[in-house]
């Protein structure tokens, strides 16, 4: 009898222990497929052409200019009704070169230049538990309130990257500073010895209320090098929380030896979690004395690559 107690016993020290963790609410849904195009002249009544993003309409005039137009993208999308606690989120990776959005009729915004991605709340222009008819207005015409297209590149017009739909909890890293991940690793004291550094969270939360903060970092082997844990009262939409944060002895990124680590930020409401993740490598960067690109202090030649619209075949 002893010996089964004590098999026991030693079964439950070498067991590892299981933490169960509530999920992420956050969700990503592509949306490319499924799009009807038409120019501004066509009446939607007609036949549209039915697209996949991304996508763009050709050049007509040649190698040195571009077809001047506007034209409209459609779809239906549908959005549940367990959704209606939610907030809900168009990402647009890039339009040219303007762009205005409309859910079921009702105007959202508009987003010009058509080499940086948006993303734009619809929350309030839905209906759950039905379709919504999503349209978007493109337009590659010159305009006074934007700066006049001038290279000897042709330069397409659509929605020409990914398009995406971003489902949070209430309380979130918001993703509307700039269509950004919301998070931004600040490094301000690198060494070989240790990094110091804040993580700056952007939050939006559509009511003023407390949430729980926490942030791990994680490093190139998969061992967590740091965790920190803090409270946020008086939470307002666009609020920005630094979180310090310290590394000691870490593995430094170089060509060499590309190192990553993992940044995580989950924000908890007590009713749903938000999490966010960001890869960062931490290194210094400086120019001697030569005019010489160093890195964590060992000089580098560079060579510049110029990567222009990124879909192969379409622009």
């Known amino acids: 009898m002893y010996r089964r107690i004590i098999v026991a016993l030693v079964a439950l020290i070498f067991v590892p222990m299981i933490v169960v963790a509530q999920p992420s609410s956050r969700l990503v849904r592509n949306l490319n497929e499924g799009w009807r195009f038409f120019y501004s002249w066509d009446s939607e009544a007609q036949e549209a052409e039915y697209v996949s993003l991304p996508h763009c309409w050709d050049s007509v005039l040649g190698a040195s200019s571009y077809y001047s137009s506007t034209a409209n993208y459609t779809r239906n999308v549908t959005i549940p009704a367990e959704w209606s606690e939610r907030r809900l989120f168009m990402r647009f990776g890039g339009v040219n070169s303007v762009a205005d959005l409309f859910v079921n009729g009702r105007y959202v915004g508009t987003h010009r230049g058509g080499f940086t991605a948006f993303t734009m709340e619809i929350t309030e222009f839905v209906r759950f538990g039905a379709d919504n008819f999503i349209r978007v207005v493109v337009s590659n015409s010159e305009r006074n309130d934007m700066l006049p297209i001038s290279t000897d590149v042709d330069i397409m017009a659509g929605i020409y990257r990914d398009v995406e739909l971003v489902v949070t909890p209430k309380s979130i890293v918001s993703p509307l500073y700039y269509s950004s991940d919301g998070l931004f690793v600040v490094q301000r004291k690198v060494s070989e010895d240790g990094v110091e550094g804040v993580v700056q969270c952007h939050l939006s939360a559509p009511a003023a209320e407390q949430v ?71 290194r210094t960067i400086a120019v001697d004395d030569e005019n010489r690109l160093c890195i964590n202090g060992v000089p580098y030649s560079v060579r510049g690559v110029n ?9």
Do not use: N
């Not at 590394?247 to 060499?256: F, K, N, R, T």
């Open 212 to 282: 729980q903060l926490t942030m791990r970092i994680v490093g190139p082997d998969g061992y967590e090098v740091d965790h920190r844990t803090m409270r946020v009262s008086k939470l307002s939409d666009g609020k920005v929380v630094e979180i310090p944060f310290e590394v000691g002895h870490p593995e430094l990124w170089s060509p060499a030896s590309p190192s990553m680590y993992r940044v995580e930020v989950v924000v908890d409401d007590g009713k749903a979690r938000d999490e966010v993740a960001v890869s960062t490598g931490f």
């Open 307 to 315: 990567m222009a619209h990124d879909c192969r075949g379409v622009g």
